[in-house]
């Protein structure tokens, strides 16, 4: 793509971007809209997960050995009967329904325990907050854009073409969701974390994913709402080892990291789980048998290893590696994971428009 086409390409996608902030009342700044409130979005495998603790040992440097998940699961989030769930699903409001017409009835079903209902209002609440957030920072990207240099060499044109993919994305997702987030409240999105746990409860891997890999930048209200620290400190660890005992190598991912003390952008499952070298060690050597089929060792995955591994004694190793292979088998029936099947604690939490 030449340069006088790339700058075209930027008019034009800067002009539809200005077109839509005006044209649309609740992403320029409705005034029932919410202006703090930003996104845990979700984007995970669509599958259900229940609830239970994979219990490693924390005895790192003690000599202990690993200890064998436990298996007691509470009702609140055992795996969901697909028929049940099924029957439920079909008797929800029509999908893109405007979120202002159906938040109460979905509430209210979440809160009786409605697993499919539960799922909705969590899903539809982070396409809105996704769609607001859009809404503050693609005119700023695509302006900067258009007062930036031009690119000069073809690897500045491509970097340049990916971030006009990516506003124009995002332009189409303000777009598809516009019926659905019209008007809604900033009572009904302040609901955004407590439906996403009530859903991640209620066995919604996509919510699970998506409230044990949050930050607190994604809760900007938290502190008008302690009860959301202490909830979290309540469920996030028994959440990710139930979607870790169901298959879920994000969870897998999130938990090494958590252990090694080295969260992201603000995670804070490591304030749950402390650091600890042999849990983080046993998990990162789970992700490592499951690397994908044909795919060489990642050096990140490599790397981790021998780091931790220079902190346990032979005898922690020996039993972090028969636990993670255990684990392996019991809980991924010793299949590796498909390419791009992990989510970091960042893209947990997005719609991947």
Known sequence: MGFRVQRNRVFVVVAVVAAV??????????????????????????KSSGAVAAGVSTAAG????????????????????????????????????PLT?????????????DAAAASRL?????????????????????????????????????RSDRQLDRVQRGLEFQQ????????????????LVPATLA????????????????????????LNNPNWISDYKNTALPLANAAVQHGDWSMVGLLASANAGSPRNNNMLNQVT???????????????????AGAPPSNRSTNALSTLSSQLTPEQIQA?????????QQYFNATPRQTGQVANSIRACQTGF
């Open 62 to 97: 003690t000599g202990a050995s690993v200890k064998k998940p436990a298996q007691a699961v509470s009702p609140a989030r055992r795996p969901l009967d697909s028929a049940a769930f099924n029957a439920s699903a079909t008797a929800l409001p029509p999908a893109g329904a």
């Open 176 to 191: 598809n969701n516009a019926a659905l987030c019209a008007g809604v409240s900033a009572r009904q999105m302040a609901a």
């Open 122 to 158: 969590f899903q539809d609440l982070q396409h809105c907050a996704e769609a607001q957030r859009l809404g503050q920072f693609l005119p700023a990207m695509a302006n900067r854009m258009l007062n930036g240099n031009l690119p000069s060499s073809a690897d500045e044109i491509e």
């Open 199 to 222: 859903a991640a409860q209620l066995g919604d891997s996509q919510a699970a994913d998506c409230y044990v890999g949050a930050n607190l930048n994604a809760w900007p209200d938290v």
């Open 274 to 292: 402390g650091s600890d070298p042999l849990q983080a060690y046993t998990y990162a050597k789970l992700m490592s048998l499951g690397q994908p």
């Open 101 to 113: 017409e159906t938040f109460d009835e979905l509430k209210a079903r979440a809160d009786a325990g």
């Open 320 to 328: 972090a590696d028969a636990q993670a292979q255990s684990m392996y």
């Open 21 to 46: 902030a005006a044209g649309i009342g609740y992403y320029g700044g409705h005034t029932s809209a919410p202006q703090q409130q930003h996104a845990m979005v979700a984007s995970a495998p669509e």
